[in-house]
């Protein structure tokens, strides 16, 4: 999905996020199913005097329900003005024009850049029978798009990448919060 999302920041102006819809839709889909699973857990241990092995299930589901959304539908690319922002699940990468020597895709997207590294987005990854039996048209559409932004882009070489681990704690409260409620709404 290349989407133009106009947006002004520190990092210059947002001009799309790329993710692949397909696994969007499913890990959006997985989690409901997850969240919802892990409610109705909880709410048949507290039908059973709050059973252990149903609560174990339940933060269980509320748990896995957390990993799926950040690593299927919060992983993205962001291009921006003065470069990638790259989400992959809990990593956070931003990598200026001037960092990247190239976008590659092979087998997956891979950006490989100057100091020899190289980033692979996770919401651009793909199966190697997609790409040989359809030559994964999103992909190379998607380094089209980031190659034609690296070449039009000023290479200014101060600019620092970097990489972060981040949690994300707010969705995780937001799905233990709708599994607890859902746990505790009266059964009748």
Known sequence: MLGNVPRQDSRGERLRII???PDMVVGVL???VATLGGGFALST???HQWQASSVALGAGLAVFAW???NIAVRSSVG????GVDVVNGFVHHWLPWS???VADSAVDVVLRLKDGAHVRPLSLLGSPAGTIILGNRHQRGAVQALEAERRQRSDDENAQRTRR???HWVSLLVIVVIVFGLGLLPTN
Do not use: M, N, Q
Not at 79 to 82: F, H, I, L, T, Y
């Open 19 to 21: 993710r692949r819809r």
């Open 30 to 32: 997985a989690t409901a």
């Open 67 to 69: 990993l799926v959304w």
């Open 99 to 101: 960092s990247i020597a």
């Open 45 to 47: 241990a507290r039908d």
């Open 79 to 82: 291009v921006w003005s003065d």
């Open 165 to 167: 681990f981040e949690l």
